[in-house]
Structure formats: structure tokens, C-alpha cells
């Protein structure tokens, strides 16, 4: 065997999320967004990785198709294929699909204030991911909430459960969601502008939260994002989108310093900087 071919098969062995080709459309009466139009990329084993880009760009419809969750109509996957450990998650049916989300993919949602629901407890909300993927008893059920409460970093995670989301910070409410996506350890999760909706003291608390959980449990993590200043903090490689289409895919380092793709440079050039004593206006 040539060493070519024995390095092939190990990045195959370590490839866990394989994006090929996918084109997702939304169609009206007069015409069709191509929201995603025909991207490719790959996420290993225990990777970061930053999916970075303007609003609107197809980074949360990525997402979503990866999760099966693109509503059908208007949505519509036009083309591609999305593998996930050699499988091709749109070969699924509804309960196949659902066998594998929140199970082994976890998703943190933008929004926690409307993505968790307001009528029922946060202890509720955990344990039905746990009562979904996995045999367990009631109390078995709450143990495992709690500690995945105290895991996030929220203080009093028994008590906590009995609350309702009105009843929590806005920092709260995303440990929650975080909480909820490794609720059955996956090995995949997609963290969906985690950070957008909190202050910039919370956000680091998040990030550190997020790494160090990546790093406790060897998961690989999808983290979409507009924040450059997330980027460099967070991913080992970045992918950056444009108007559907991913244009540049380097390692974080190549990126900033070397960036190829005009809109790269633009986006770098947007980011605000630091001015320091003596520095002219």
C-alpha cells in the first residue's frame, strides 16, 4: 500500500460530516431563490470548524438542511448529497431522520427565547431529547438534566429545572439550548449563531463554555457564524460564504493573513480594530 493511498483512507476513516454539491431552492409563483447553490465541504472527527458570512448568505439553510429541518414548500433540495458517516442523510425517511437528530447531531439554535417553548419546564425540554433517543427512567431521566445543567455552568441545576425559560437570563436560556443539543452526546454539533443576542461579556462565556465542552467530549462542531473575532477564537479551519456559494475554505491562519477571495478581504477590512495611543485619526 502507497503512503498516498494509506493517508486517503485514514482522512476517510476520519471524516464524519461530508457536504457534496447541495443546492437548496425556495420557489414563489414568479421565481426561485438559490439559497444554497451548490456547496461542498467536509467536518473530521473532533474538528471546528466556522462557516462565516453576511445574513443571508445560505449559512443558516446549510444548517438546516443538515438537520432535515428546510420546510417543504417553499424549500426544496435541488441537488446534492449530505453524509453523515457514509450516509446520506437525504436518502432518510422522517423517522429515520429523526433516529439521528438531536441523537447524533445536536443543533444550538440562534434564538433561545423562541426556540424553547414557553409553556413547558426547562427540565421538561432536556429530558424529552433523553426520553426520545434513549430507555431511561424518570428519575433517571431528571439526574441526567441536572448534571447536563451543571455541565453548561448553571448554578443550582435541580432547582433550575423546575423553571420556565421567561424565568432565565438571556446567557441562561443559550446554556440551556447548549445543554439540550448534548443532551444524548452526539458527535456532531451545529451551533447556529449562538452569540448573536447576548452582551460581549456573556459571548466569551458562551465560547469558552463551547470549547471546552468540544474539547471534554472529542465532538466535532459546526459553527456558523458573522463574527470574525469568533472565528479566530473558535475554529482550526474556515469556510466562507457568499450569496450561497462557499468561496474560500483555509485554515484560520491562512485566512486572516493570506485571504484569496475579494470578499474574504472585504470582510476582513469591515472588521473593526483597536485604536491605540498615538495613533493618528
Not at 251 to 258: A, P
Amino acid at each position: 500500500m502507497t503512503q498516498k493511498l494509506a493517508q486517503a483512507m485514514d482522512e476517510g476513516k476520519n471524516k464524519l460530516l461530508s457536504v457534496q454539491e447541495l443546492k437548496v431552492y425556495f420557489r414563489s409563483e414568479d421565481e426561485v431563490a438559490r439559497a444554497v447553490d451548490g456547496i461542498s465541504f467536509e467536518v473530521s472527527r473532533e474538528e471546528t470548524v466556522c462557516l462565516v458570512g453576511e445574513s443571508g448568505c445560505g449559512k443558516t439553510v446549510t444548517a438546516l438542511s443538515v438537520m432535515g429541518l428546510v420546510p417543504m414548500p417553499p424549500g426544496e433540495i435541488a441537488g446534492g448529497r449530505i453524509l453523515f458517516r457514509d450516509q446520506n442523510l437525504l436518502d432518510l425517511n422522517d423517522s429515520q431522520l429523526q433516529a439521528i437528530r438531536g441523537n447524533q447531531i445536536g443543533m444550538v439554535f440562534q434564538e433561545p427565547l423562541t426556540s424553547l417553548n414557553p409553556v413547558f419546564t426547562i427540565g421538561d425540554q432536556i429530558g424529552e431529547a433523553i426520553q426520545i433517543h434513549q430507555t431511561a427512567a424518570q428519575n433517571e431521566v431528571d439526574e441526567r438534566s441536572a448534571q447536563l445543567l451543571k455541565d453548561v455552568g448553571i448554578a443550582a441545576p435541580a432547582q433550575r429545572l423546575n423553571d420556565y425559560p421567561h424565568q432565565l437570563s438571556g446567557g441562561q436560556r443559550q446554556r440551556v439550548m447548549i445543554a439540550m443539543a448534548l443532551a444524548c452526546d452526539p458527535e456532531l454539533v451545529i451551533a447556529d449563531e449562538p452569540t448573536t443576542a447576548l452582551d460581549v461579556t456573556v459571548q466569551a462565556q458562551i465560547l469558552r463554555l463551547l470549547e471546552r465542552i468540544q474539547t471534554e467530549r472529542a465532538m466535532s462542531v459546526l459553527y456558523i457564524t458573522h463574527d470574525l473575532g469568533v472565528v479566530a477564537q473558535m475554529a482550526s479551519r474556515v469556510m466562507v460564504m457568499y450569496a450561497g456559494q462557499i468561496v474560500e475554505d483555509a485554515g484560520v491562519v491562512e485566512v486572516f493573513d493570506h485571504p484569496f477571495h475579494p470578499y474574504t478581504q472585504g470582510l476582513l477590512r469591515s472588521a473593526p480594530r483597536t485604536v491605540q495611543p498615538g495613533d493618528r485619526s
